[in-house]
Nanobody, 118 residues
Framework: QVQLVESGGRLVQAGDSLRLSCTFSGDTSSVNDVAWYRRAPGKEREFVGRMWWRRSNTWVADSVKGRFSVSRDGAANTLFLQMNSLKPEDTGVYYC???????????WGAGTEVTVSS
């Protein structure tokens, strides 16, 4: 089993920067990918960014490319989401998820809320 805890969400103003953290624990050696998703009010969950944990390859969604980036502290089993030039449409609950080599379903954290005021 893998447990994930997100942190760092808060109320910010448009144009601000914010860094979210996702720390995972448990069967950490089985983790393949760690990803960020978000759900805006009234919308479907959408992919934001991802890292292939074993090799640190990263991807971000086209909708946030150039503003958001993904990085990690491998020793601390923590994935970061650096968000710059935030916009009100970035408001939502940001979730961290991990895929592992031991089961098909992803593990999910409880989420951290980001609110961007205009």
């Amino acid at each position: 089993q893998v447990q994930l805890v997100e942190s760092g969400g808060r109320l910010v103003q448009a144009g601000d920067s914010l860094r979210l953290s996702c720390t995972f624990s448990g069967d950490t050696s089985s983790v393949n990918d760690v990803a960020w998703y978000r759900r805006a009010p009234g919308k479907e969950r959408e992919f934001v960014g991802r890292m292939w944990w074993r090799r640190s390859n990263t991807w971000v969604a086209d909708s946030v490319k150039g503003r958001f980036s993904v990085s990690r502290d491998g020793a601390a089993n923590t994935l970061f989401l650096q968000m710059n030039s935030l916009k009100p449409e970035d408001t939502g609950v940001y979730y961290c998820a991990a895929s592992t080599s031991v089961r098909a379903d992803w593990y999910w954290g409880a989420g951290t809320e980001v609110t961007v005021s205009s």
